[in-house]
């Protein structure tokens, strides 16, 4: 018999890709996709699931108690997949209370629910997904592991590192089998733009400036999106429970050269003078709090789980940008 498994938040980036892997993967599945169709959802992104026997959405918001329980008792879910978070960082520093809410508060109201619908079951799973963000910044040569201390430096890193402490004090205080991943910079098709890709790939179409913050200098690892759908599916039908993977594209690239290599793609594809849109580069005051350097080391889920990333990131950016020209009107509508 196939698992009922709640994926929350699904209509956002990471979360639709999701939704629509398990979907079309795993049809003897039952995919439930809780999300709140705040404005970084958007259920356009799904159109193509809608009258599958195996797919039901449900609007809703994590905080809201009483819709967490019916939903829990109407749907019988087996398994939570736990995406439903805010995640700008720079709206967190300008609304940290709305932060705390969803993905503090939002959690422990699934991790009550999920406690009283399975009291002491142990064929049932919370996997949680985090960031590397939890973790803080890093000098060169160092990577992030499962046992890096946690430093968050952000009301938004503070509030995931917060939820990954509730799931695992769920975990020992109520015996809930869990599982935590804490991926890098995701990247790909249909991520709202108020993201790093596709806001400058969207500025560049409109030749409007390329804000870097500082001088450029920081350093993100970067994880292709379905990518990271292949290991949260690894993981949630692998891992053995209490367990914790980090995900990384073993991608460390420096802001300012990624963006350089987006204005050269985008200049070849638009026809324009190589060097045209790394001319509306511009650069601001860098942001409080502004971690230098992420990076991830992935051993563990390659030598435990076997997965690796199937895409360079030069192979992924050219695949996002082609598909970001492909949908412009998208773009244009977010």
């Given amino acids: 018999m196939g698992k009922r498994i709640l994926i929350t938040g699904g209509a956002g980036f990471i979360g ?8 079309e993967k795993y049809a003897e599945y039952q995919i439930i996709n ?10 356009a992104n799904l159109s193509d699931l809608v009258g599958r026997d195996n797919y039901r959405f449900v609007q809703g918001d994590i905080c809201d108690v009483e819709l967490i ?5 109407a749907e ?28 503090v508060l939002g959690t422990v109201v699934l991790l009550n629910a999920a406690k009283q619908a399975w009291k002491g079951r142990s064929d049932v799973l919370f996997y949680h997904v985090s960031t ?9 040569g160092e990577f992030f592991t499962e046992t890096t201390p946690y430093d968050p430096q952000s009301p938004y890193s503070a509030s995931k590192a917060a939820s990954d402490h509730f799931v695992r004090a769920y975990g020992n205080t109520y015996d809930l089998p869990f599982v935590i991943s804490n991926c890098s910079n995701n990247y790909g098709p249909q991520q709202y733009p108020e993201k790093l890709i596709p806001l400058f790939i969207a500025n ?5 400036p390329l804000p870097v913050y500082g001088k450029g200098e920081n350093v993100r690892d970067w994880l292709w999106v379905k990518d990271h759908c292949e290991a949260i599916d690894v993981i949630f039908h692998r891992s053995a429970p209490g367990r914790t993977y980090n995900i990384g594209g073993r991608n460390e690239w420096k802001n300012i050269d990624l963006i350089h290599l987006l204005c050269k793609l985008m200049d070849e594809r638009l026809g324009r003078t190589p060097g045209t849109s790394a001319q509306l580069i ?10 230098l350097r992420y990076a991830i080391d992935p051993s563990r889920l390659e030598a435990d789980l076997g997965w690796k990333p199937s895409l360079t990131f030069e192979e992924g950016i050219a695949k996002t940008v082609d598909w970001y020209l492909a949908h412009t009107t998208w773009l244009a509508s977010h």
């Fill in 34 to 43: 809780l999300d709140k169709l705040t404005y970084a959802g958007n259920l």
């Fill in 282 to 291: 511009s650069y601001v005051t860098d942001r409080p709090g502004h971690d």
């Fill in 204 to 208: 560049i179409l409109n030749n409007k």
């Fill in 16 to 23: 639709s890709h999701l939704v629509r892997h398990f979907v």
């Fill in 69 to 73: 329980g019916q939903l829990f008792e």
């Fill in 132 to 140: 590397d963000e939890v973790y803080g910044s890093l000098h060169e």
């Fill in 76 to 103: 019988k879910p087996d398994a939570v997949i736990h995406l439903a978070a805010e995640s700008h960082v720079d709206r967190s520093i300008s609304q940290p209370l709305e932060f705390v809410t969803t993905n």
